[in-house]
């Protein structure tokens, strides 16, 4: 099931309240191409709510990117909230969080190597010491 609420004049929150996996995204499918099409009454803002999603795969992933596609192509936007566990993984694994407004992006593994160690007299930010 997928539940609907418009959560100000121009925003539109939906809700899955299934793994977003190969059959999960056949099941949203029909709410994804409804909310793509062109129309008046549609929001500028579509939230999607994965706070009940607790698995997704490439088949979730193409199916946010469907939307988002189709949304940007409109001039509407859209935006992921609630979004935890392995699917927001997958989400920064694939270096999406960011770009679909996801805070509290971690920093990546490498940027520790970039400190100095104690003692070496430089850093990645100034360069050698003399």
Do not use: C
Request: glycine share 10%; hydrophobic share 45%; charged share 20%.
């Amino acid at each position: 099931m997928t539940a609907f609420a418009r959560i100000a004049a121009d925003t539109l929150k939906i809700t899955p309240t299934f793994a977003l996996d190969a059959e999960g995204s056949l099941k949203l499918r029909p709410v994804l191409e409804s909310l793509a099409k062109p129309g008046p009454s549609h929001a500028r803002r579509v939230l999607l709510d994965l706070s009940a999603v607790d698995q997704m795969d490439g088949s979730g992933i193409g199916a946010i990117a469907y939307l988002r596609k189709r949304l940007m192509a409109a001039g509407r936007r859209l935006d992921i909230a609630g979004a935890h566990g392995q699917p927001l993984a997958l989400l920064r694994q694939l270096g999406l969080a960011r770009s679909f407004g996801l805070k509290d992006e971690p920093r990546p593994f490498w940027a520790n190597l970039l400190r100095p160690l104690p003692g070496m007299g430089w850093s990645a930010t100034r360069g050698a010491q003399a």
